[in-house]
């Protein structure tokens, strides 16, 4: 093989590989997004038991949800932090092509009906690339751990914090009553159970 060739060859290869990996890429933005499934609504008033209200601030509800989420990612790695300012930022990083990529999510926290929450996608940055909110929800779904209370949902571009039915230890229930971070205005009802102090 003449020199000629042998660099026509190397030519058709490189142009062939690049090309594969446009394509690739392009199927996984294209590739349609699979529904999630939110979990029923729970309503903490159709049980017996006392109510209280109980006021936290932004710095508290930050110190509070970055220890648990230290603890659920606990040796996988991954470092993720949330900051509650006058929306809910999620930032990390994600692994890809041995370089890790920064991500910054941002989500308005909306309060329904029975106290569960739902992060409404404002904004998200991966790095300096401009991927489909979707995709990349889609790519968090599938490689963040999260309780079973936490549904991350890509087709609707949010995230659904069930609250009312987190396990908490003391067989407490607790529900959203305010979210307002601009305000700082944060509170929740605790429910306990008649059960739980032996009534």
Same mark, same amino acid.
């Not at 290869?13 to 609504?41: D, N, R, Y």
């Not at 549904?151 to 979210?179: L, R, W």
């Given at each position: 093989?003449?020199?000629?060739?042998? $660099?026509?060859?190397?030519?058709?290869?490189?142009?062939?590989?690049?090309?594969?990996?446009?394509?690739?890429?392009?199927?996984?933005?294209? $590739? #349609?997004? #699979?529904?999630?499934?939110?979990?029923?609504?729970?309503?903490?008033?159709?049980?017996?038991?006392?109510?209280?209200?109980?006021?936290?601030?932004?710095? %508290?509800? +930050?110190?509070?949800?970055?220890?648990?989420?230290? @603890?659920?990612?606990? %040796?996988?790695?991954?470092?993720?932090?949330?900051?509650?300012?006058?929306?809910?930022?999620?930032?990390?990083?994600?692994?890809?092509?041995?370089?890790?990529?920064?991500?910054?999510?941002?989500?308005?926290?909306?309060?329904?009906? +029975?106290?569960?929450?739902?992060? %409404?996608?404002?904004?998200?940055?991966?790095?300096?690339?401009?991927? #489909?909110?979707?995709?990349?929800?889609?790519?968090?779904?599938? +490689?963040?751990?999260?309780?079973?209370w936490v549904v991350i949902n890509p087709k609707e571009e949010n995230i659904y914090v069930a609250i009312?039915?987190?396990?908490?230890?003391?067989?407490? @229930?607790?529900?959203?009553?305010?979210?307002?971070?601009?305000?700082?205005?944060?509170?929740?009802?605790?429910?306990?159970? %008649?059960e739980t102090l032996g009534l």
């Amino acid at each position: 093989m003449d020199g000629i060739n042998k $660099w026509k060859v190397l030519t058709y290869g490189l142009f062939s590989f690049i090309l594969a990996c446009v394509l690739i890429i392009l199927l996984l933005i294209m $590739w #349609p997004v #699979p529904h999630t499934q939110v979990p029923e609504k729970e309503f903490i008033e159709e049980e017996d038991g006392a109510e209280f209200t109980i006021r936290s601030s932004k710095e %508290n509800l +930050n110190e509070l949800v970055n220890a648990y989420v230290d @603890k659920l990612l606990d %040796n996988k790695g991954d470092k993720y932090t949330v900051d509650f300012g006058d929306d809910v930022h999620l930032m990390g990083s994600i692994e890809a092509f041995d370089t890790e990529i920064p991500i910054s999510i941002r989500l308005e926290p909306v309060v329904l009906e +029975n106290g569960d929450l739902i992060l %409404n996608q404002k904004e998200i940055s991966l790095g300096l690339l401009h991927l #489909p909110n979707k995709r990349v929800l889609q790519y968090l779904q599938r +490689n963040i751990p999260t309780p079973e209370w936490v549904v991350i949902n890509p087709k609707e571009e949010n995230i659904y914090v069930a609250i009312t039915q987190m396990d908490i230890k003391s067989n407490f @229930k607790i529900k959203a009553q305010q979210f307002d971070l601009k305000n700082d205005n944060i509170s929740f009802r605790i429910k306990v159970p %008649n059960e739980t102090l032996g009534l």
